[in-house]
């Protein structure tokens, strides 16, 4: 009866002889199960580094696995896991064939802590449900992130995107590089600098460097600096929206310094109008149609700086560069004309970027896939308890929107 019960647990754990259940102990008061594994004296036993048979040097202490509730019992494997004595590597203890080295949780329910992980979307939740604490779940979550880097194939890498994010209110700051094509965050690294960048770009491989052809990114001087040195290969792209952003704040300060000149003679004619004119037409409600109209924009200073703003979308739909060039000219003639500084700021700005911004026509490429990440990060965050943490922070984000093969 006890052997058939010992067999019965020892086919639930997968366990393969001469891995064998020698006790089994029910504490029903405390609702846990005790599994006792154990390893036979006189079998051979494998050298974890050359896989050779040895004998047996001695055993190591007991250990403890917690391994998935059976019926609501907490499930622990316990165990003294044999040294194998090898005469090329010394004294080794031996792989268990339920947990991973150094993990007390069992193959099976880091499994299953990993598919609690993403559900319960935060670490906190996901401790609360497995009965763990905080930094255990973080353990597992950490442990499932290096194997996902270590599984993690990078050869289709053509097109990436370089960007920064605030982290943490928005006193600190984070370079992050997503995969453009395969939709995912490749690495994460804390600061905005040059340093910062060379160091993102330094965490892969030469040949991976090497196969890059795009790179999407502000026009930020540390950021173009770096990519001109890890990847001389790769056209930089500036992207549309990053381009559109400044043209945005381009003409919200030309809005802000009329609105108080207007203030000043007591006309409201500005008032509460900022979200008017970030949006495009196609994108306003009937009201905000009827206000926009009635905004005489042909005479107001902020409506020259919006037809500025609005007129150089049509650069992106050009397939030549040499059209798009010719656009540029008029365009730039226009908007270094229009009397408004802060237009005329930006029309230099990608002026000297020019080059650069030209190579979208060729790659189509922008970081608006960052958008969706900055919303999961921006989640990560508002969930996060110990990710004052930097590198908490990026096994997070890594674990989240890496794309990563989690699971043991
Ligand atoms: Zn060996």
Redesign the pocket.
């Known amino acids: 009866m006890t052997e058939d019960l010992h067999e019965h647990y020892r086919l639930l754990l997968g366990l393969v002889p001469p891995w064998a259940v020698v006790s089994v102990d029910l504490n029903v008061a405390a609702k846990r199960v005790d599994i006792n594994v154990e390893w036979p004296a006189n079998h051979q036993v494998e ?1 974890p ?2 896989q ?1 048979n ?1 004998f047996i040097k001695d055993h190591r202490e007991e250990r403890k696995w917690r391994h998935l509730d059976t019926m609501q019992f907490q499930t622990i494997i316990k165990s003294r896991v044999p040294r ?1 004595d ?1 005469s ?2 010394g004294a ?1 203890t031996v792989n268990v064939p339920w947990a991973g080295p150094n993990s007390r949780f069992t193959l099976l329910f880091e499994r299953l802590a990993v598919d609690v992980m993403i559900a319960a979307k935060s670490i906190k939740e996901a401790a609360r449900l497995l009965g763990l604490s905080w930094d255990q779940v973080h353990h597992i979550q950490e442990r499932a992130v290096e194997r996902g880097l270590a599984r993690r194939e990078m050869d289709k890498v053509k097109r990436v995107g370089i960007d920064e994010k605030s982290f943490l209110k928005g006193h600190k700051y984070a370079s992050l590089m997503v995969d453009i094509d395969g939709e995912r965050v490749l690495d994460v690294v804390q600061e905005r600098t040059l340093e910062a960048a060379n160091q993102l770009w330094q965490k892969f491989p030469e040949e991976v460097r090497g196969g890059i052809d795009a790179v999407a990114m502000d026009m930020w001087d540390a950021f173009i600096t770096s990519a001109k040195t890890h990847v001389p290969q790769a056209d930089i792209v500036h992207d549309k929206f990053h381009i559109s952003k400044y043209l945005n704040e381009a003409v919200d300060k030309v809005r802000r310094a009329e609105h108080k000149t207007f203030m000043k003679k007591g006309d409201e004619t500005l008032k509460g109008a900022k979200y008017l004119f970030l949006k495009s037409p196609e994108n306003m409600k009937d009201d905000e149609k009827g206000r926009f109209k009635a905004l005489r924009m042909d005479i107001l200073k902020t409506g020259r700086a919006w037809s500025i703003k609005e007129t150089f979308s049509e650069f992106w739909l050009y397939s030549y560069k040499a059209s798009a060039e010719k656009f540029f000219q008029r365009w730039y003639w226009w908007a270094t004309h229009s009397r408004l500084k802060p237009m005329i700021d930006v029309a230099k700005l990608i002026k000297r970027h020019l080059d650069n911004i030209l190579t979208y026509l060729k790659h189509q490429i922008t970081n608006a896939m960052m958008e969706g990440f900055n919303s999961k990060i921006q989640s990560i965050k508002a969930n996060a308890r110990g990710y004052r943490n930097f590198r908490n922070y990026r096994v997070a984000i890594l674990f989240n929107c890496g794309k990563l093969a989690l699971y043991p």
């Open positions: 050298c580094v050359c050779k040895c194998a090898c090329e590597h080794k």
